[in-house]
């Protein structure tokens, strides 16, 4: 599984950016994915999550600003940034878990396991955002 990102680049604060991510080798369309940043100096950290279900969280910093979705036709993951804030600027990583894991959080008891790094076997290189005051 090969993951690509694209759609990074700088706004000012308030502005809004589209991140996509373009998969291919998959076997099946059952993967749990997710969005994850890394801000210099900071731990990389879970931004957005989508499951085999289709339900999508969000980490609370990011909650009603930012939106995850899934285009199975086209095998892309996307996340809608809108609002944003200096805080938001990081490298923007997407990651997939799967596909031998059936069941909803993809072998996880709950579906906050899946904003933990350690949960994906594959990443995408990353796309920065930069987000000036």
């Known amino acids: 599984v090969q993951l690509v990102e694209s759609g990074g680049g700088s706004v000012q604060a308030g502005g809004s950016l589209r991140l996509s991510c373009a998969a291919s080798g998959y076997t099946d369309s059952g993967y749990c994915m997710g969005w994850f940043r890394q801000a210099p100096g900071k731990e990389r950290e879970g931004v957005a999550t989508?499951?085999?279900?289709?339900?999508?969280r969000y980490a609370d910093s990011v909650k009603g600003r930012f939106t995850i979705s899934q285009d199975n036709a086209r095998n892309t993951l996307n996340l809608q940034m809108n609002s944003l804030k200096p805080e938001d600027t990081a490298m923007y990583y997407c990651?997939?878990?799967?596909?031998?894991?059936?069941?909803?959080?993809?072998?996880?008891?709950?579906?906050?396991?899946?904003?933990?790094?350690?949960?994906?076997?594959?990443w995408g290189q990353g796309t920065q955002v930069t987000v000036s005051s």
């Open positions: 990651a997939a878990r799967g596909p031998a894991w059936r069941s909803t959080w993809c072998g996880f008891a709950s579906p906050e396991s899946l904003f933990l790094n350690w949960a994906y076997n594959y």
């Open positions: 989508i499951d085999r279900d289709g339900s999508t």
